[in-house]
């Protein structure tokens, strides 16, 4: 079970880069008015998203796998376990809020500022501070 909680670790992380940097190829694409730059960005954003979502697949499979193997959450003192598990509901569905402005772009029909992709980007370290505390300090 070790190798897998080792592999969980290093497959967030890498979720986790993809979901700090791809907000930010859209701040980049919101403030764009050269074509060629935006279908290079896009380009890139497409990539980064379907390569990160196959990152988020493995490491939510083995998490799955460790929550399964560990039966962490069965019993009293593991409510930290439910909360994380609502907070990685919550990075899933930002995840998916990154595919949908993705989506977007490729469209043409962003209506959204550079500004609010700043703050749009900050979220994940929101979300990943939460989820790292509950892990750490399990406070119930």
Known sequence: MLWVKTFHIVFIASWFAGLFY????????????????????LG???????FTTILAVIAVVLGLWLYLGYR?????????????????????????????????????KNTRSHKFYRWFN??????LLVVVALVVVKPF
Request: proline share 4%.
């Open 122 to 127: 900050e979220v994940p370290v929101l979300l």
């Open 44 to 50: 890139m954003a497409r990539r980064l998203y379907r």
């Open 72 to 108: 962490i959450g069965v019993g009293p003192g593991n409510g930290w376990m439910h909360a994380k598990l609502f907070f990685v509901l919550l990075i899933i569905g930002y995840h998916h809020a990154c595919g949908v402005m993705l989506r977007k772009f490729e469209q043409g």
């Open 22 to 41: 791809l907000p930010r190829i859209f701040v980049n694409l919101a403030q764009q008015s050269d074509s060629a730059v935006q279908v290079t960005l």
